[in-house]
């Protein structure tokens, strides 16, 4: 069992940064990636970005030259630095382990609105 903890979502307005951590326990040996999802009202989960236990990172279009995630390779913690952020990138970011590469488990979601 693994269990993740989001913290470091809110409002901003249009330009601005936010910073998103999620903190992994319980089986973190086991996980091979994390990463970071976000849905918006009436859109379906997409991935904004993960990264691998070696370091492998790997970013939605949409956010590519804006966003960096980082992490420890220990798989304990994850961060993601979301920089000069649009009206568009308003959703529930909700971060991810890959388990074993073949269970995902799910944080509860953090809300990051940006207004214009």
């Known amino acids: 069992q693994v269990q993740l903890v989001e913290s470091g979502g809110g409002l901003v307005q249009a330009g601005g940064s936010l910073r998103l951590s999620c903190a992994a326990s319980?089986?973190?040996?086991?996980?091979?990636?994390m990463g970071w999802y976000r849905q918006a009202p009436g859109n379906q989960r997409e991935l904004v970005a993960l990264i691998t236990r070696s370091g492998n990172t790997n970013y939605g279009d949409s956010v590519k030259g804006r966003f960096t995630i980082s992490g420890g390779n220990a798989m304990n913690t994850v961060y993601l630095q979301m920089n000069s952020l649009k009206p568009e990138d308003t959703a529930v970011y909700y971060c991810?382990?890959?388990?074993?590469?073949?269970?995902?488990?799910w944080g509860q979601g953090t809300q990051v609105t940006v207004s214009s």
């Open positions: 991810n382990a890959r388990y074993l590469g073949i269970r995902d488990y």
């Open positions: 319980g089986s973190t040996a086991g996980i091979n990636a």
